[in-house]
């Protein structure tokens, strides 16, 4: 069981800012950027490379979530970044899909 299935189960605690039916939110413990939220799927998948058709509408969700939460959190218009890491080279240290919607600075391209 990952970290993120065990801050979704309630087994270690977050500072959870979203969550619903599908998907669960939370402030990152090592924030990169003010603004550090990382939206995981409540249906553990390892990354985005395991995603499946099945998990389409999944998916759409986070992404909508993050949006949501982008506007929330007041970061939507000034801009933010979304990212999925894959794999190890990907820099993905947690084996469950999540996206890290980050803002409330200005971002490099590409990141450090």
Do not use: C
Request: net charge negative; no cysteine.
């Amino acid at each position: 069981m990952t970290i993120f299935a065990r801050i979704i189960s309630g087994e270690i605690p977050a500072d959870i800012i979203y969550e619903d039916q599908d998907v669960v939110a939370f402030r990152d413990i090592q924030p990169q950027a003010p603004a550090h939220i990382l939206v995981v799927p409540r249906k553990p998948i390892p990354s985005i490379a395991q995603a499946t058709e099945e998990d389409t509408l999944l998916i759409g969700r986070i992404f909508l979530a993050a949006t949501k939460i982008a506007r929330d959190i007041g970061i939507e218009s000034d801009g933010y970044r979304l990212v999925t890491n894959v794999g190890d080279h990907g820099g993905q240290s947690v084996f469950h899909l999540h996206v890290h919607v980050m803002g409330g600075r200005p971002l490099q391209w590409p990141p450090g």
